[in-house]
């Protein structure tokens, strides 16, 4: 190559520009490319989406755009100079680097306005010297540690729900055989007790039979509530006006030793079962008055409440509809609840009450979860607990303040004793797939006076109908194999649509039928009942189809 071409090349070389030597290789000259080094450099520092800053181990020197911006300035002024301590918490970092550099640390940045926010800290050494600039790389990781956060939240939403969906299966059909048991225990107290003089020391020891019986239906009734298998008959309903009308009953139930305040604002109707929101707001009563000690104050709120799209129910777990929702909350000042107490204050069967059943809450859950509506739960130790729960407005404007005549159950009282033969010359039906309790319930129909037909299920109810006859009346059981309680109503209505049913059940409503509407299906005859509730409903169906 002549002196002339290498001339030319290293001018070419000075431009950044590379010349191909006889090897085949490229050459560039190092000073040629020192400028453009430097602004490539530059604009690299400039244009970092993670915060860089360089300071000489006690202030800062310089800033780029991206670290400006996580302090909360716009212009260099207001960072260059700061004590690098200011801004974070960091330690020296080590000399020489270990290999591969300093790990990123986890720290807390100090914007200008006060504010903190979590950040990843990586040290890069420029220079092994001791009092050369160090480099920190700064990234703000407070949207991944709130994706973090929230996946952990979903997570254990999701495992909550699925537990409490396998306890509710559980207590369900718990609930169910309890009450088949407790119908023969109720059922064959009550045919002592009819032939028992009521001046006999046995007459009271089966009062207190039929009592603990009772007693045992209404927890296994909390039960099915929890697991959403009870009777829900829901009417529009003026919040207000029903509480302002059971004041009295809620003050009795709080007691002279607490002070109850009740806060009750102006709100829409809401759509509910006027029952079951009495016995929430009995059993949110009763917890507070557990939870405060004499002198407690108690508050009831109500408000109206508008929910948003895509608002999450806290405790509840689940999507909850937006729209317009009543507010009822119940206030304590007691001793409050603790993030593990929390977590399961739905559960069945747990209570941190050395008294308590741990029925109330989970009855509460199931409830809501009826009716479409959210309860949360506000409470930490030493600040008290607040309750609330949303019930769905209503657009209906039908008011009542009472349970519907058609869904009411007669309670039976102590002494009352029925006609000796009050069913003579009827003729009914019953089915059911429980032996004992067929038993049981036939031997109250006959001490009635009635003739009494069996079938085991419902297709052995319509063979026997289509042997022997039309019955009086027929009284059948809702879940059974083969053919149930509502296959079987359905078929009768439909060939004999005059003929009488009535429902018994250990569940108020199929567990079955979750996925559908089956209000329609009213259950007579809530296992356990008493030979006075059984002769009582059948005279109410009797006069009713006479009128």
Known sequence: MSDESFSTSREAAESGRAEMGSNGGTHVDARAMRAPSQQLFEQIFARSP?????????HVITANLAMRQLIGTATTDDVIGQPINRLLQLQQPPRPAPPGGVPPTRDMLQRLDGQRIPVEVRTVLLDEHPESPVCIN???ISGRLAAKQL???VADQLHAAQRRDAVAAVAGGVAHEVNNMMQVVIGIASL???TTPSTHAQYGDLQEIIRAASHSGAVTRQLLEFSRSASHHPVAVPVDETLLSLAPMLHRLVGVTRNLLLAIGTTPLARMDVGQFEQVVMNLLLNARQSTIDGGVITLTTRRHEVE?????????GRIAPGSYVAVSVSDNGMGMDEHARSR???????TKSDGVGLGLSSVFGIMSQHGGCVTIDSAPGRGTTVTTLWPASPDIAQITTMPAAVATPRPTATAKPKATPLAGMTILVVDDEDVVRVVVRRMLERAGAVVRVAVHGADALKGIETD???TLVITDMVMPEMGGQELMEQLRARWPALPVLVMSGYPASPTQHDRDVSAIAVDLPKPFT?????????????????
């Open 151 to 153: 996946d952990r939240e």
């Open 192 to 194: 002592l007790r009819e």
């Open 531 to 547: 030979m006075d509730v059984l002769l009582q409903r059948m005279e109410t169906e009797m006069r009713a189809l006479q009128s």
């Open 50 to 58: 993670d915060g860089l800053v360089v300071h000489d181990g006690q």
């Open 309 to 317: 799209a895509g608002r999450d129910c806290a405790v509840s777990g």
């Open 345 to 351: 204050a739905f559960e069945p069967f747990f209570t």
């Open 469 to 471: 006859g039309l019955p």
């Open 138 to 140: 700064i990234r703000d």
